[in-house]
């Protein structure tokens, strides 16, 4: 395992469609995140899972976006009724978190991402 | 008011040349990341740093927890070190250290 991957690499759709995504983190490490970055943008924080539970999801996360990690390994992150404000790169990252309360700082690593272009 | 503001947004020296990118932040934080973008966009993690400094290679990273401020320096610059520069923060109010982004420095080193 030589890292974070994510599938596809570039995704086009038209506008209406649904879109799933595929990241498959490092496997021993429990913290999986979803990023969405705009062009000319930073990243901005989706949602995050601890093992299978989703424990927080941003304001971003609209109800057209549903993320799930059921084994507590890949996760997929699902996009309905794409939008043209949609059009980003989403990336995932995965870190060994420190399980129990509040945790300390920990490195996360990331995958290359999923150019979406909703047309 | 984003919680995280990098400057400059575009910068462009010459080969050899000492760079400096700021980073201000105004939560409290756990620890901070300076993270390289390349072109078609791998993120890669530099540095992670919760006090003081930390020096790899012909880089160098600083933090200021008072003043809530990281510099990121890179010495001889060279071409290949030519990519976005993100500064992110772990947020103490997240117990899920989910990164907080600055907008990115565009770094090109010219030869």
């Known amino acids: 395992d030589t890292g974070v991957s994510q599938d596809p690499r570039h995704k086009i759709t038209k506008r209406g469609q649904n879109v799933t995504f595929r990241c498959d983190p490092i496997?021993?490490?429990?913290?999986l995140y979803w990023y969405r970055q705009t062009l000319g943008q930073g990243p901005e924080f989706l949602t995050y899972?601890?093992?299978?539970?989703?424990?927080?999801k941003s304001r971003l996360l609209s109800d057209r976006f549903s993320a799930e990690r059921p084994k507590g390994s890949f996760s997929t992150l699902e996009i309905q009724r794409t939008e043209q404000g949609d059009s980003a790169m989403y990336l995932c990252?995965?870190?060994?978190?420190?399980?129990?309360?509040?945790?300390?700082?920990?490195?996360?690593?990331f995958g290359p991402g999923t150019r979406l272009t909703v047309l | 008011k984003n919680e995280v503001e990098q400057s400059p947004q575009n910068l462009t020296a010459q080969e050899g040349e000492f760079i400096t990118i700021n980073c201000s932040y105004s939560?409290?934080?756990?620890?901070l990341h300076w993270l390289q973008q390349h072109p078609g966009g791998g993120i890669v993690s530099l540095f992670m740093?919760?006090?003081g400094k930390k020096k790899h290679g012909r880089l160098i990273a600083t933090i200021n927890i008072q003043e809530k401020h990281s510099s990121l320096h890179i010495t001889a610059s060279h071409p290949r070190d030519s990519a976005v520069y993100i500064c992110?923060?772990?947020?103490?109010?997240?117990?899920?250290?989910?990164?907080?982004f600055g907008t990115g420095t565009s770094l090109t080193v010219i030869p």
């Open positions: 899972f601890q093992n299978e539970a989703q424990l927080e």
């Open positions: 992110a923060v772990n947020s103490r109010r997240n117990t899920g250290n989910q990164f907080y």
């Open positions: 740093l919760s006090s």
């Open positions: 939560v409290g934080i756990s620890a």
């Open positions: 496997s021993e490490h429990n913290r």
């Open positions: 990252a995965s870190s060994l978190g420190i399980l129990g309360g509040r945790s300390s700082y920990n490195e996360q690593f």
